[in-house]
């Protein structure tokens, strides 16, 4: 991953969240507060326009502005928990030569060590967790991007406003899960491209 | 001024404001601050405005209360990000920042204090 390319998959990313508002908020509605939606896409316009004004010209840079806004900006959970994975990312990207794989892991490990959830909770984790698998593999696909969201149905919440409503989160994709798979899918089409 | 304040972190503004209300009234010396939704209007919590809080207050020593999940993972954050001592306590926010603020106007010290809140401690 070279900056040109977390630039774009940022603009990607962002562009999924844009038009995936709504049914992010649909998610969040029957066992959350319904609000993913409109945080995620707050807080993906603040990183665009930061893009566009502050033009970072080393991915440590890009890394260190998703950070701060998404942290600030997207609000909710999902706040503190993109903006922990994002400083986790940057922290391991400042290694020499450290594979793309460890440095998604080291995101997926600032969102454990922030929002304490454990596997098959019910979060995003469970997207992440199997995303770093397959990456170490070089195996990563838009499928086993999907499967990782849809596998987050069945599941009962353990953590956060999901665990709420117990029971009644089962049946439902995790919202946090789905933007992350917003996410990979944008990072997997900047990398094609 | 006592070296010790409190910081009260609710997602939804009246909730802040009323609390803070209630709880000035038994501890008009202690430093107190509020923050309430992300807005007087929109509901929610912000790591900026959390981190502005505990900077406005005048006590190095915080004790800090929240209501649900994700205030506690911004106030986390924001923990790590200051250079003050804070304590963040799983406990029902009314109940729990009306024990700290009165007791820290009468004088008791913060491990008696933390003593009285233990039991009252909740899964959040």
Not at chain 1, 72 to 77: P, R
Not at chain 2, 72 to 79: G, S, V
Not at chain 2, 94 to 122: R, T
Request: hydrophobic share 40%; no cysteine.
């Amino acid at each position: 991953m070279n900056v040109e390319t977390g630039i774009r998959w940022m603009e990607l990313f962002n562009e999924k969240v844009q038009a995936e508002k709504d049914y992010l908020t649909q998610l969040d509605t029957p066992i959350g507060d319904s609000d993913h939606g409109n945080n995620m896409s707050r807080g993906m316009t603040h990183v665009i326009e930061a893009i566009e004004t502050q033009k970072p010209d080393s991915l440590e840079e890009l890394l260190k502005l998703i950070t701060t806004n998404l942290l600030s900006k997207v609000g909710g959970a999902s706040g503190p928990l993109y903006g922990s994975a994002f400083m986790g990312m940057l922290k391991a990207q400042k290694e020499d030569n450290i594979p793309w794989s460890a440095v998604i892991k080291s995101g997926l490990e600032s969102i454990q060590k922030r929002g304490k959830a454990e596997a098959f909770d019910k979060t995003m984790i469970d997207v992440w967790i199997p995303v770093v698998e397959a990456l170490e593999n070089n195996q990563l696909t838009d499928a086993v991007i999907d499967q990782a969201v849809e596998s987050t149905k069945p599941l009962k919440a353990k953590k956060g406003r999901a665990s709420y409503v117990g029971e009644r989160s089962i049946g439902h994709i995790d919202p946090g899960a789905y933007s992350s798979g917003l996410l990979f899918h944008a990072m997997l089409e900047a990398e094609a491209e | 001024m006592a070296d010790t304040g409190i910081i009260i972190i609710s997602h939804v503004y009246e909730i802040a404001e009323g609390i803070n209300r209630l709880i000035q009234e038994v501890a008009g010396d202690v430093s107190i601050k509020v923050v309430g939704g992300l807005s007087k209007s929109e509901i929610g919590t912000s790591f900026d405005s959390i981190l502005e809080a505990i900077n406005e207050n005048q006590a190095d020593n915080l004790l800090a209360f929240y209501d649900l999940g994700s205030a506690k993972m911004n106030l986390e954050m924001a923990k790590e990000m200051s250079d003050k001592s804070i304590t963040i306590y799983d406990v029902p926010l009314v109940e729990g920042s009306y024990i700290a603020a009165a007791l820290l106007q009468a004088g008791v010290s913060k491990d008696d204090i933390e003593q009285q809140l233990k039991e009252i401690q909740i899964a959040k």
